[in-house]
């Protein structure tokens, strides 16, 4: 990170004001006060499932490029199947991006660009 980082030196952030813009309406429900959203826990599932998503696409599209005309699954199928897959994984990869950021963001910590 460069030494004009707006992040640097910052205090951490309550997990009530985490999100891009805090709390956007007043609470209404009748959840506690301290309610947090599990973040270990979608950043593990999310960990898990970018892999096993993305693999899914590479071995649907390397199968669909394989495929034989009149072949059983058809081409068209297995290409679907693959972007499916693909779509799924960069939306993994992006939940991982912002599960991090709150992360750091509610404890305070700035990684080090030495």
């Not at 709390?23 to 973040?39: D, K, N, V, Y």
């Amino acid at each position: 990170m460069s030494q004009n980082d707006p992040e640097r030196g910052r205090e951490p952030v309550p997990r009530a004001r985490s999100g891009a813009f805090g709390r956007r309406h007043p609470r209404t429900g009748t959840e506690p006060m301290t309610a947090q959203s599990p973040l270990g826990l979608r950043l593990l599932l999310s960990g898990v499932f970018l892999p096993l998503f993305a693999g899914a696409a590479a071995f649907f599209a390397v199968w669909a490029a394989q495929a034989v005309p009149g072949e059983n699954p058809a081409r068209g199928p297995l290409v679907i199947a693959a972007a499916v897959c693909a779509v799924l994984a960069l939306l993994a990869a992006a939940d991982v991006a912002v599960v991090v950021r709150r992360l750091r963001r509610e404890r305070g910590a700035v990684p080090s660009g030495r």
